[in-house]
């Protein structure tokens, strides 16, 4: 959803053409989701974000710090898998194997990976970036710091990319609208233990590139550089 989220809140008057070229400078040279780089760099609010996508896509939005999670849910996916793709699973529905989850930024193909990861129907919810991450915090370390404790299925790679649900895409009336999402019943275990070590690589990459995002958040307050500067510079090299 990298370009098709910027030219989103363009149509909507939140940013501008200028302001998302920055923006996917940075992301470029920094990593991470447009969304967040955009918060990140003031020219959005995670309302206005929200807000734009909630109706382009026709999704619900849930607010995490008032909602609680159910325990079983929290065992559907790995704290890492939630991490990495920005998510926060709220309630599970085991006799139609269907898993409600809070996503910031919602995207098809990320969608189908993580039903594919948990091997439930996916019925996805909108919720602030920062709301997912006080979630996580708060339901998989709790006071103590440590993660809950996983169940054999937990950190599972993904085996295949799945398909929607039957019929979804054909009655949805936006045709940028995200249905329930079902996983693939397809598995091959060489391409389950690629993907396990593919997740793993990318959290310590994000946790790096947390880090120096802090740097420079730092050197811009201050004012050893501008906003999008560095984005602009690395990507002109």
């Known amino acids: 959803m990298t370009r098709k989220l910027g030219d989103l809140l363009i149509s909507h008057g939140v940013i501008d053409e200028e302001k998302l070229v920055a923006a996917l400078s940075d992301q470029r040279a920094f990593g991470g989701k447009l969304g967040r780089t955009l918060v990140d760099l003031g020219y959005v609010t995670e309302d206005q974000l929200i807000r734009a996508l909630s109706q382009q896509l026709g999704l619900p939005t849930v607010d995490l710090d008032h909602t609680e999670a159910q325990p079983d849910a929290l065992q559907c996916l790995a ?3 939630c991490e990495r793709y920005g998510v926060f699973p709220i309630s599970v529905d085991e006799g139609e194997r269907v898993l409600r989850l809070a996503t910031a930024e919602p995207d098809r193909q990320t969608l189908q990976e993580l039903a594919q990861l948990s091997q439930y129907t996916l019925e996805p919810l909108l919720a602030s970036m920062s709301s997912i991450d006080r979630a996580i915090r708060r339901c998989y370390f709790g006071d103590s710091g440590r993660r809950a404790a996983p169940t054999t ?3 599972e790679p993904l085996s295949a990319i799945p398909a ?16 329930t999402i079902a996983p693939s019943a ?3 275990d060489a391409v389950q233990e690629l993907k396990t070590l593919i997740i793993r690589l990318e959290k310590t990459v994000d946790a790096q590139s947390r880090a120096f995002r802090a740097l420079v958040d730092l050197l811009q307050d201050k004012g050893v550089v501008r906003r999008g500067e560095l984005g602009n510079r690395t990507t002109r090299r």
């Open 186 to 188: 397809e598995a091959q």
């Open 164 to 179: 929607d649900l039957p019929g979804t895409a054909a009655t949805a009336p936006n045709p940028y609208a995200i249905g």
């Open 79 to 81: 704290v890492d898998v």
């Open 153 to 155: 299925r937990l950190g």
